[in-house]
């Protein structure tokens, strides 16, 4: 199983993106779906997840108030909005599935997490 995270891009500082998470032939419904970023040689941050049976959410400090993580469960597909984009959100992005629970109950943590997908590279600059 392989999640895939899609429309990562290069963006002015102030700027939006909205990243996709698509699991093709593996259903999304009943997990918990995590947003990661990783920069080279610093380990891999929970930035958001979101719950599937009652939508519960969470995210880091460092992009509370700025990212919003939605899903739209007929197109099996979780989304990450990003404004007010930042030099220091530059990163690759990943999405993963956390199949133990469905219910977000803290920042996403890289072990509670097992299926995961490539990421998609993020870019904040002028």
């Known amino acids: 199983v392989q999640l895939q995270a899609f429309w990562g891009g290069l963006v002015q500082p102030g700027g939006s993106l909205r990243l996709s998470c698509a699991a093709p032939?593996?259903?999304?419904?009943?997990?918990?779906i995590g947003w990661f970023r990783q920069v080279p040689g610093k380990e891999r941050e929970g930035v958001s997840c979101?719950?599937?049976?009652?939508?519960?959410?969470y995210w880091s400090d460092s992009v509370k108030g700025r990212f919003t993580i939605s899903r739209d469960n007929a197109k099996n597909t979780v989304y990450l909005q990003m404004n007010n984009l930042k030099p220091e959100d530059t990163a690759v992005y990943y999405c993963?599935?956390?199949?133990?629970?469905?219910?977000?109950?803290?920042?996403?943590?890289?072990?509670?997490?097992?299926?995961w997908g490539q990421g998609t590279q993020v870019t904040v600059s002028s």
């Open positions: 032939g593996f259903s999304l419904d009943y997990y918990a």
């Open positions: 993963a599935a956390n199949t133990m629970r469905s219910r977000c109950v803290s920042v996403p943590r890289q072990y509670e997490y097992d299926y």
């Open positions: 979101i719950g599937y049976t009652d939508g519960s959410t």
